[in-house]
DNA sequence: TTCTAAAATTGAGTCAATTCTGTTTTTATG
DNA sequence: CATAAAAACAGAATTGACTCAATTTTAGAA
């Protein structure tokens, strides 16, 4: 009987999350005290590190929450995709872009992608890669299913495109967080004048 | 006269830059405690934080000698590129590369990256902003030049295209430093591959 | 040379993440 | 239902970055 012993580790997962989501969104990642998150979740201390290997693999999860979200829904825009290459680009990273402050805060976005630098070998580091390297798959699959619709000629590389694409938009993404005043129609609008160039090249 | 009081606060942050130095590549980032490295530079504590806001800023005067002396290699290029739109770019981005682990390991260019992101607005979070934005104005002046000489159409977006450029390196390095096993001539190659895409959209 | 205000230095103290060890709870077995 | 091993928990102790009030040093005026 794997029973209770598994409900109440489930149980206290959940509540370690919702109190850590709450806190960071409240008093921002620094702000929000172990201490403090703990009593919220009605776990001690030494519990939370049981679960998680340090505070930023709480931050992690969450996180993690955010971006599977964000492929799904990317998803649909590579099953059918505007039938123009500039929107269809457009469109999937539209998606990327505006729901990514909806679970978290610029701040929570900073301490994340600086985690995942800092400790790339941890678990949320490696997760962070795995979904990084998700969302150029994604692009990627755009571009595949762009050239067999016809609308990116056939000759292109098309797996250096994505990287490409999508690493001019993450880079753009990471310097768009660290601007508390920086505005997402600005950087949309900035992204679509950096890909016009590709599109232009690899229209047929 | 300027002289003792001015003498002895050049010495103090030059002991206290070398002393970090030292340390930060015999034991990493983390690894080197203010502690040790206030007893290396012969000075207190308290000295180390008058000198720098906090052990961040530390390893940011350490990534400006660096940065420069790469944008002051990259200046001879941008004079006199190749002749040819291709090598222009892999030359420039080859000094960008091949310098960058002259000084700093790639756990120095990790914790410095993760320190930038995660306090965009201390002095060196905006010191390194400023850093990437001279690296992307060199780009964007090899691009200039590049057009000037008839070599890349006048027609193309220039600003656009040396921040497309420049992101995608960035990404690539960033990507390159969390990876210990990842090689420099790999990364160049992958580079290559990218830019060729662009290199046959720009081209006149 | 002597003296004083300003500048700089010092290191013990604070604070919060993380570790560690003893205790409690759960499970499985007879 | 008793019990021993395994798993999970608790929170006091540790650790290391950073602060701050007291002390020392320097500059330069008298």
Redesign the interface.
């Known amino acids: 009987m794997s029973g209770l012993r598994a409900r109440q580790k489930a149980d206290r997962h959940r509540r370690i999350i919702e109190a850590a989501t709450a806190l960071f969104r409240e008093s921002g990642y620094e702000g929000a005290k172990i201490e403090v998150i703990a009593a919220q979740a009605e776990v001690s201390i030494g519990t939370i590190y049981n679960y998680y290997q340090n505070k930023g693999d709480i931050l992690g999860a969450i996180v993690s929450l955010e971006v599977n979200e964000v492929l799904n829904a990317g998803r649909g825009v590579v099953a059918r995709p505007p039938a123009n290459v500039g929107d269809a680009l457009d469109t999937l990273i539209g998606i990327y872009i505006e729901h990514s402050l909806h679970y978290l805060s610029k701040e929570m976005w ?2 994340a ?3 995942s ?2 400790l ?1 070998n941890s678990p949320f ?1 490696q997760a962070y ?1 795995a979904l990084d390297r998700s969302l150029t798959d994604q692009i990627r699959a755009l571009i595949a299913r762009l050239q067999a619709i016809g609308l990116v000629r056939e000759d ?2 098309g797996a ?2 994505g ?2 694409i999508f ?2 938009m ?3 993404f ?2 768009f ?3 508390d005043e920086a505005r997402i129609p600005e950087l949309r609008t ?1 992204i679509r ?2 890909n ?3 599109v ?3 229209g047929v």
Chains 1, 2 share one sequence.
């Open positions: 900073r301490q992608m600086a985690i630098t800092q790339p580091g890669t292109i590389d250096a495109l990287e490409l690493n001019n993450n880079m753009m990471i310097e967080v660290k601007r900035a004048r950096q016009r160039i590709l232009a090249a690899i």
